[in-house]
């Protein structure tokens, strides 16, 4: 069984910076694939970041391509995602999300390709 707790969130100002951690812990952290997503109020769960087991790959949401930037240390089994110019949209919580195993970008890229999800941690942001 996998467990992911994330951290980090908070409230910052437009054009702020955050950076979440996301603990991962039951299973090798280093056969997941680890996957960020963020919910806003109202919205669906939409993608933000991915980044394969390996470290080699990342792929991004267009929103946030340039402006966040998602990596792990496996020697720390934990997965990071610091976020930079913060925007009023940008505002939700963010989830972490795992996938045993070698994948695909099609896989990485939405809710129904992870296993296990984190319970989230909430971002505000005032603009």
């Known amino acids: 069984q996998v467990q992911l707790v994330e951290s980090g969130g908070g409230l910052v100002q437009a054009g702020g910076s955050l950076r979440l951690s996301c603990a991962h812990s039951?299973?090798?952290?280093?056969?997941?694939?680890m996957g960020w997503f963020r919910q806003a109020p109202g919205k669906e769960r939409e993608f933000v970041a991915a980044?394969?087991?390996?470290?080699?790959?990342?792929y991004y949401a267009d929103s946030v391509k340039g402006r966040f930037t998602i990596s792990r240390d496996n020697a720390k089994n934990t997965a990071y995602l610091p976020m930079n110019s913060l925007r009023p949209e940008s505002a939700a919580d963010y989830y972490c999300?795992?996938?045993?195993?070698?994948?695909?970008?099609?896989?990485?890229?939405?809710?129904?390709?992870?296993?296990?999800w984190g319970q989230g941690t909430q971002v505000t942001v005032s603009s």
């Open positions: 999300a795992a996938r045993y195993g070698m994948a695909q970008a099609v896989g990485l890229v939405t809710t129904s390709g992870y296993d296990d």
């Open positions: 039951g299973r090798p952290f280093s056969n997941y694939n």
């Open positions: 980044i394969t087991w390996s470290g080699e790959s990342t």
